[in-house]
C-alpha cells in the first residue's frame, strides 16, 4: 500500500513556488489535500482505521487528518453523461492508470511521500506553458469536462485552451454528448467559474465551443456581459450578484425564466437575477424621486435591503454606472414613520400604502432634489 498526493494540490503546488519564485507572494493555494491509495483494498483500508465515505467507488477518510484517501481506479464508460461510468479499483490498478482518467494534465500529477513529482502525461510542461490540454482521448466521455476547462480558463486567466482540446469540446457539443449535462452539475460548475478572477474567460470558452448556443440560447448579450462580470469579480460580489449580472444577458422576463429554469438556481440568486432583468430599464431611468421609490417598492427593498443592495451592486457592475443615488433614495424613505401614518388614517386604511408612498417620495425629494411626481403604488416582488 503506497499513498500519493494528486490533483489540485499538487498543481497548485507547483504553481504556487513558482509564483513565490517570481515575488508573487498572493498566489493562492488549494489547502484540500486528495491522496490516491495504490496496492490496497477497501478491507484493508477499513482495518487500518480510514472511514468509508465514497458511493460510486472507494473512498475514506483518514482517521486523524480527515483528508479524503481514494483507491486507485479506473473508469470504463456505459451511458451518456457524467454518471454513465463503471468504475474500478483494485490493488493491481497503477498510480499511471488511475492518473490517466483525470480531465487535464496539469491536474494528473502526484507527489509521492518522499515530495517526488510523478507526471507521466507532462503536466508540468503545460503548467509552466500556461495550457489547458486533455490528458487522453477519454475526455470526451464526461461533459461536465467541458465545463471544467472553461473554469479553470476563469481561474487562471493567462492559460489558454489546447487547440486540440478546444477541437475535442467543440465535437463533443456537435454530437450530442453536452446535452446530458444535468442542471446540478451545470450549476455547480458555472457557480465556481463566476468566483473566479477572470469569469469573463469561462464565458468565452463556452461561447467559442458552442455550449452556450446549444443549451442557453437565452443569453444573447454576451460582449457586454463578459466584461460585467470581470467588474464584479473585481468588487468582489457575491454569487447571487454574479450570477444574475450572467443572467442579464437574457433581454426579457421571458428569456431569464427560461434560462433559470435549465438550472438548478438557488432561491436567492434566481430572485436577484429576474429583479435585475425586470428592473434594469427603471435602474437605467429613474430620474424623478417617484421613480425610484418605484424601483424600492418593486424590489422589496424595505423588508430585504440586503438584496437590495445585492441587487444594486449587479446594477452597477453590468450598467458600469453607480447607483448610489438608489442607496440615499432608501437610506431616506426608510425614516419615513409609517407607524404614525398608519394611526393618522386608521378611520380609512385604504389610504395608508397610499400616504406612506407619498411620504417617502417627499422624503427622497428632499434627499436627492428633483420633481416628486406622485405615481401609483407598485407591488412587491
Known amino acids: 500500500m503506497k499513498a500519493y498526493r494528486v490533483g489540485g494540490f499538487v498543481r497548485d503546488q507547483l504553481l504556487g513556488s513558482a509564483r513565490r519564485h517570481m515575488g508573487d507572494l498572493d498566489a493562492a493555494l488549494e489547502t484540500d489535500r486528495d491522496w490516491v491509495v495504490v496496492g490496497s483494498t477497501p478491507e484493508q483500508m477499513t482495518a487500518l482505521g480510514y472511514q468509508p465515505v465514497g458511493k460510486d467507488f472507494p473512498v475514506f477518510l483518514h482517521p486523524e487528518t480527515h483528508e479524503e484517501y481514494a483507491l486507485a481506479r479506473t473508469e470504463r464508460k456505459t451511458a451518456p453523461g457524467y454518471k454513465g461510468f463503471v468504475a474500478h479499483a483494485a490493488p493491481d490498478v497503477t498510480l499511471e492508470q488511475d492518473l490517466a482518467r483525470r480531465d487535464l494534465t496539469i491536474n494528473a500529477m502526484a507527489l509521492d511521500d518522499g515530495g517526488t513529482l510523478i507526471d507521466p502525461y507532462q503536466g508540468k510542461r503545460d ?10 482521448p477519454a475526455f470526451v466521455e464526461d461533459p461536465v469536462r467541458i465545463l471544467r476547462v472553461a473554469r479553470f480558463a476563469a481561474r487562471f486567466p493567462n492559460f489558454k485552451v489546447a487547440p486540440e482540446t478546444a477541437q475535442l469540446m467543440r465535437q463533443m457539443v456537435r454530437n450530442g454528448e453536452a446535452d446530458a449535462l444535468v442542471p446540478e452539475r451545470v450549476m455547480q460548475e ?20 458552442g455550449l452556450i448556443d446549444r443549451l442557453f440560447a437565452e443569453l444573447e448579450d454576451l460582449g457586454p456581459t463578459s466584461a460585467a462580470l470581470d467588474r464584479a469579480a473585481q468588487c468582489e460580489l457575491v454569487l447571487p450578484s454574479r450570477f444574475a449580472v450572467l443572467a442579464g444577458a437574457c433581454r426579457s422576463s421571458r428569456a431569464v425564466a427560461d434560462f433559470l429554469g435549465k438550472l438548478r438556481v438557488q432561491q436567492d440568486a434566481g430572485q436577484l437575477a429576474r429583479l435585475l432583468v425586470e428592473l434594469r430599464e427603471p435602474l437605467k431611468n429613474a430620474e ?18 440586503e438584496r437590495f443592495e445585492w441587487l444594486l451592486q449587479a446594477f452597477e457592475a453590468a450598467a458600469d454606472v453607480s447607483a448610489e443615488r438608489f442607496r440615499r433614495a432608501l437610506r431616506v424613505a426608510a425614516e419615513v414613520d409609517a407607524g404614525a401614518l398608519a394611526s393618522l388614517h386608521r378611520n380609512d386604511p385604504t389610504q395608508i400604502q397610499r400616504a406612506v408612498r407619498q411620504a417617502r417620495i417627499v422624503a427622497v425629494g428632499r434627499e436627492l432634489g428633483g420633481p416628486p411626481t406622485v405615481g401609483p403604488v407598485h407591488p412587491k416582488t
Open 127 to 136: 503548467l509552466d506553458a500556461g495550457i489547458l490540454r486533455h490528458v487522453s
Open 288 to 305: 424623478t424621486s417617484a421613480a425610484l421609490v418605484d424601483v424600492l417598492e418593486r424590489s422589496d427593498a424595505f423588508r430585504r435591503p
Open 190 to 209: 458555472i457557480s465556481r467559474g463566476l468566483m473566479e478572477t477572470k469569469p469573463s474567460q469561462m464565458l468565452n470558452v463556452l461561447v467559442s465551443c
